[in-house]
């Protein structure tokens, strides 16, 4: 990771492996850990309410609650599972940078559909405002950066069309001649926010940290 400290600057986050015969990403060790075990059921109505009572002293999600297709009810439910006066912390995408061009090459082949916001919603003072300001007491955006590490361009094109779930998404849906152009699409992104020069990615990636106080 000492390669990773000299190309960040202060206060960045690093976040991904080294490349290297022993590396793996973590999608990969999920993918991994889900062969081992198989699948596991999960019931409704646990995801629709995540706990009955005993609230949380925290709440976090890290790209994760800003992809549930009903905003407005994800963002109750962590309310209401966090006391009053605990915090709930959001690791957020937002629309400048590598996250908004990505987004909108995957929205390219794979339009939202009717009705629904964006998930950049959650990347602006403006939309976590509307999300949790009824439900705390106080709310402190700050956008940050994040490091990710691959192997190569190629290497995080093949990650993200492996495992992230919009890239999944967007391939599966499309014809051959269009996943085709979704992967030269998206090696372009990387190649456009690749800092690296000696044929491995580093890409620099702008995030908002929320901390938000449970009123």
Known sequence: MGRARRLSAPGTVVAGTCPGR???VIPEYVAQECRRHGPRPAARAHLQRLFAEDPRDAVLSVYGVQFAPDQEKAASEMVRVCRPGGKIGLAT???DGWSGDFFA???NYTPPLPG???TLRW???????????SGT???ENEQRTALQYYRSVDHAVEVFHTYFGPAVRASSGSREQD???LGKDLHAVFT???RATDGTAVIENRYLLTVATRA
Not at 123 to 133: F, K, R, S
């Open 179 to 181: 996943r085709e152009k």
């Open 116 to 118: 629904l916001n964006p």
């Open 93 to 95: 995408p937002i629309a």
């Open 192 to 194: 456009r926010h690749n």
């Open 22 to 24: 022993r590396s793996r």
């Open 123 to 133: 990347g602006t003072d403006a939309g976590i405002e509307q999300l949790l300001g």
């Open 137 to 139: 007491r106080s709310i």
């Open 105 to 107: 090459t995957i929205a």
